[in-house]
Each structure stands twice: as structure tokens, then as C-alpha cells.
């Protein structure tokens, strides 16, 4: 193994990363001609000011979060088999679980794979990588991901974000394998379809596994409303589960495409109903009262801290919308994505939207994502996900 360069920080700076945080920030950094110089995503020996190693870090000096630990050994070798350890432990984790093969295999930080992104489709998986170290490491990490999940087909979906942060370009790219067209999943024992190669973010979202199940429980005989459906992962499930009709609402005519063939797949295409529609319109066209059971599971309103005002302000008033359409003792489920949102500023805004409805009610549920989308304990932007269940007089 060649000699890393050696980064170290300024004084007093290493009691979080002592305590677990995975990341350093540029402005603790010992920053000199030399450490701005070293390509984005180096492999480089983390140490205190007082010259304690901290470990192996990939190390990016153009953006805010400049370290990411890898692993407190700072002389180990991040090959194929340190891959392969991390992705087993992983794995394992969702079996206890009972998800795989269905499921998110590597969740970042959580996972001690900062920057990646694993979902697993039976025996084809999707990844996605965020941070300029992953993309250095691509050779063992493709390796240790055909070993370890016993892959035909890998896909890359690197279109977030966060990549731009990162100096990394877009890409979507088959890295091996064939993949044809859409692929199957299972969700308890409801059967969808998904394209990994042109669908919304790594194909499918896993993370709102539970709340569908939820929904799902309060189906039976209900109208049910499902926006940004995608995939129809929460209006299929629902009329699975005996809806008498289920409606879903997206502007993606592929991805209602794919949800039609999924309603017919499970035997509920006759109580399923497709509308392209964006869902503010469709929103503000309906007929006030109208649905038993609404979802409302938007992409994120706010990417950046500086959305947060805007973004705030569309929480409320698509809380407002799908308030008004509820029938009495029917049941709202808003969710939130943007993870620069906290939870009691979601929350908030619900309740004035509801306000604004003249609606009054309770939260019955109160959720985040599935487990095999764990958080890490120090890092608040791993618990994105939020979820808010409540029944409407």
C-alpha cells in the first residue's frame, strides 16, 4: 500500500469524530497549499493536530463535509474484501429483517459506506454513489457487490444532487449485465414493476415500505386517493388489500404505465384507476369529501436550505388540499422527504393545514422510513424521511 497523505485538523476538533460522527468539516481542517491540491475523494490518514491517527478518510477539498471516515484502522487497505465486509454486515442486517431480496442493502453513513446507495431487486441492483471518494473506489466496490449479492445486472444511477456538490458528473450507466426493460419486485406479496435504468431515483422507494403496509390496513372499502403515485406502490397496495377504488395521480406517464400493468399483474386493475395530472390541479378540481383515504407523498419541496421557506409553504398547502377532500372519520397521510425540514416543522405546517381546511382531527401515526433505511446516530441528514398518519373529522 503506497503512503497516504496525511490530513490533520485543527486543535480540539477531533472530539466529535471521537464520539462517532463520520464527518469533518472543511473549517476544522488544517488547510494549507498542500491538502487544497489533493484530488477530490484522496484516500488520506486522518489525524488530530497532536498527530493521533483517527483512521482512513476519503477526503474532498471543495466541498463543506471534507472528511468522511472510512474505517479507524488508518493502515487499512479499502479494497474488494473491506467492500465485502461492510456489504455482508449490511445484508445481513436486512435478512434479520426478512427484505432480502427486495430491499435496500447499503443506506450511506448508516452503513459505513459513506456516500452510497444499494437497493437490491432480486438479483439486480441499483446503486448510486454521492461522494467523489466512492467514485475513486468504483473497481473494488463493482467487485465486492457481484460477490457479495450474487449480482447478474448492475445498474448505475448517478443523477442526485448532491454529485454536482461532490465536482461528480450525472451518469446513468448498465455497468454489467442485461437489463431489457422493466424488472419484478415484491412487497408483501404484492408484485410491481420498476425500471432501474429510467425511473425516478434508484427505481423504487423502499423507505415508505412500512406506511404502506399501514395504509394499506385502512383500506378495506375505502376510496382511496393516492398522489405522486409513481409506481402505485401505496394505491395498489390498498386496493390489494379490498379498496373499492383507488386513484392514482402522477404527471410520469411511464410511471403510470408501470402501475398499470402492476394493477393488472395483482388482479385489482378493475378498481384501479390512472390520472396524469399534476396534483395541485388535480387537487384543486376535485370534489371536496370525496376520498375515505388520501396519500400524499411529494418529492422533496425543499433540496437546499435555501427552498426551506417555499417548501414550507407547499407542506401547508397540500395539507390544505388533501384536507378538503377527505370524507369525514377518513384517514390523511402526508409525508415529507426533504430531509432540510425537521420533523416539528412538518408537522406544523400539516396542522395549519389543516387549519386553513377547517378541518380538525388527530394524528394516529407518526413514522419514518423502513429499517432497512437506518439512520446513523450522529448524522440528523440520515433521518430524511417523514411520515404523518391522521384521521379527519
Not at 109 to 123: M, R, S
Not at 232 to 250: K, M, P, S, T
Request: glycine share 8%; charged share 25%; hydrophobic share 45%.
Amino acid at each position: 500500500m503506497q503512503q497516504r497523505p496525511v490530513v490533520r485538523l485543527l486543535p480540539g476538533r477531533q472530539k466529535r469524530l471521537r464520539a462517532g460522527h463520520p464527518w469533518a468539516y472543511a473549517n476544522e481542517i488544517a488547510m494549507s497549499a498542500a491538502e487544497r491540491a489533493l484530488p477530490p475523494g484522496t484516500l488520506v490518514r486522518l489525524e488530530s493536530a497532536d498527530g493521533r491517527a483517527l483512521g482512513v478518510a476519503m477526503f474532498n477539498p471543495r466541498t463543506l463535509a471534507a472528511i468522511r471516515l472510512l474505517d479507524p484502522d488508518p493502515n487499512r487497505e479499502i479494497d474488494a474484501e473491506w467492500f465485502a465486509e461492510r456489504l455482508s454486515a449490511a445484508l445481513a442486517l436486512r435478512q434479520r429483517f426478512g427484505l432480502s431480496p427486495w430491499c435496500r442493502v447499503a443506506h450511506a453513513e448508516a452503513d459505513g459506506l459513506p456516500g452510497l446507495i444499494v437497493d437490491l431487486f432480486g438479483n439486480v441492483a441499483t446503486v448510486q454513489i454521492n461522494s467523489a471518494g466512492m467514485a475513486r473506489l468504483e473497481a473494488p466496490l463493482v467487485e465486492a457487490l457481484r460477490r457479495t449479492l450474487n449480482l447478474e445486472a448492475l445498474v448505475f444511477r448517478n443523477d442526485s444532487a448532491q454529485r454536482g456538490l461532490e465536482g461528480l458528473e450525472a451518469e446513468t450507466r448498465l455497468v454489467f449485465g442485461t437489463v431489457s426493460g422493466p424488472i419484478d419486485l415484491m412487497e408483501s406479496g404484492c408484485r410491481f414493476l420498476c425500471d432501474p435504468l429510467g425511473g425516478q431515483k434508484t427505481g423504487w422507494f423502499y423507505d415508505q415500505r412500512d406506511n404502506r403496509a399501514f395504509v394499506a390496513e385502512l383500506a378495506k372499502d375505502a376510496r382511496v386517493l393516492d398522489l405522486y403515485a409513481y409506481l402505485g406502490g401505496f394505491g395498489i397496495r390498498a386496493a390489494l388489500a379490498g379498496a373499492r377504488e383507488a386513484v392514482l395521480v402522477d404527471r410520469s406517464r411511464p410511471a403510470l404505465e408501470l402501475a398499470a400493468r402492476a394493477a393488472a399483474l395483482n388482479g385489482v386493475d378493475g378498481r384501479v384507476r390512472m390520472e396524469r395530472a399534476d396534483a395541485f390541479a388535480f387537487l384543486e378540481a376535485a370534489e371536496p369529501e370525496s376520498f375515505d383515504l388520501v396519500i400524499a407523498d411529494p418529492p422533496a419541496f425543499v433540496r437546499a436550505r435555501k427552498d426551506l421557506g417555499a417548501g414550507l409553504r407547499g407542506y401547508r398547502k397540500l395539507a390544505r388540499l388533501t384536507a378538503e377532500l377527505v370524507a369525514p372519520g377518513g384517514f390523511l397521510l402526508a409525508a415529507s422527504c426533504s430531509h432540510n425540514v425537521t420533523t416539528d416543522a412538518f408537522a406544523a405546517e400539516v396542522a395549519r393545514g389543516l387549519a386553513l381546511a377547517g378541518r380538525r382531527g388527530r394524528v394516529v401515526r407518526v413514522a419514518g422510513a423502513a429499517p432497512d433505511h437506518p439512520a446513523h446516530p450522529m448524522l440528523s441528514e440520515s433521518s430524511y424521511l417523514k411520515a404523518m398518519a391522521l384521521q379527519l373529522d
